[in-house]
């Protein structure tokens, strides 16, 4: 059993920057892959990040790339979403999740264990 905490959501005004941290615990962190999912209200949830177990290689969104980084620090058991330049578009619950046997590019069908979610929200 992994459990995820989710931290660093809140309030802030589009163009800012914010960094989420899921912290992980249970089994050994390192042998899951990482994803940051968001879900908008009345939208589908989507996959906006992910990185291998290592960290030598990552995922994102269209929607995101270059304005987002995910890295991991193993020996601290967390992952973490840098975001910059946030848009009115980000504001959603942001969930981290873990995914053992599968890649960065699984989908959410793939992920084992979920966090609770931090809301971020982007006002213009």
């Known amino acids: 059993q992994v459990q995820l905490v989710e931290s660093g959501g809140g309030l802030v005004q589009a163009g800012d920057s914010l960094r989420l941290s899921c912290a992980a615990s249970?089994?050994?962190?390192?042998?899951?892959?990482m994803g940051w999912f968001r879900q908008a209200p009345g939208k589908e949830r989507e996959l906006v990040t992910a990185?291998?177990?290592?960290?030598?290689?990552?995922y994102y969104a269209d929607s995101v790339k270059g304005r987002s980084t995910i890295s991991r620090d193993n020996a601290k058991n967390t992952v973490y979403l840098q975001m910059n330049s946030l848009k009115t578009e980000d504001t959603a619950v942001y969930y981290c999740?873990?995914?053992?046997?599968?890649?960065?590019?699984?989908?959410?069908?793939?992920?084992?264990?979920w966090g609770q979610g931090t809301q971020v929200t982007v006002s213009s």
């Open positions: 999740a873990a995914n053992l046997y599968g890649s960065i590019y699984s989908t959410d069908r793939d992920y084992d264990y």
């Open positions: 249970g089994r050994t962190f390192s042998r899951y892959a």
């Open positions: 990185i291998s177990r290592t960290g030598g290689s990552t």
